[in-house]
């Protein structure tokens, strides 16, 4: 569960929603374990991603990232978006956006996708 979920929250392909799910289904009494390994396993890659950000050189931002710049960290929060999360999380390494803005939008978006993931396989198990 860990390994796919940090997998695929870095640039490399995973998909951790399957795993996730699968679990769910043969381990029909567990809920909160694989979430939280879900949930701290895409939360680092993450953060792997972010510091893969920090090392691109900082540049003047162009004018298609100055939306990130006015929203900020917040817009981590959809860092479990395939493809534009990626990109979000090294964008706001690039942007040096400081790790305690970063942290807690990082794990909440993430957080909240499995949640309701595992929340609707539950109701569908029911």
Not at 47 to 55: C, H, K, N, S
Not at 79 to 85: A, M
Not at 93 to 112: E, I
């Amino acid at each position: 569960m860990f390994a796919s979920a940090f997998l695929s929250s870095t640039l490399l392909p995973g998909n951790s929603e399957v795993a996730l799910a699968a679990y769910l289904l043969k381990y029909d009494q567990a809920f909160w374990l694989p979430l939280m390994l879900a949930t701290l396993g895409n939360t680092l890659g993450g953060i792997v991603t972010v510091w893969l950000g920090t090392r691109l050189p900082a540049t003047a931002i162009p004018q298609r990232a100055a939306w990130l710049s006015r929203h900020g960290a917040v817009t981590l929060a959809l860092s479990w978006v395939p493809v534009l999360g990626d990109a979000l999380c090294l964008a706001a390494g690039w942007l040096r956006w400081p790790w305690r803005r970063v942290l807690p939008w990082l794990v909440l978006g993430k957080f909240v996708r499995y949640l309701a993931l595992a929340a609707s396989l539950r109701g569908l198990l029911q």
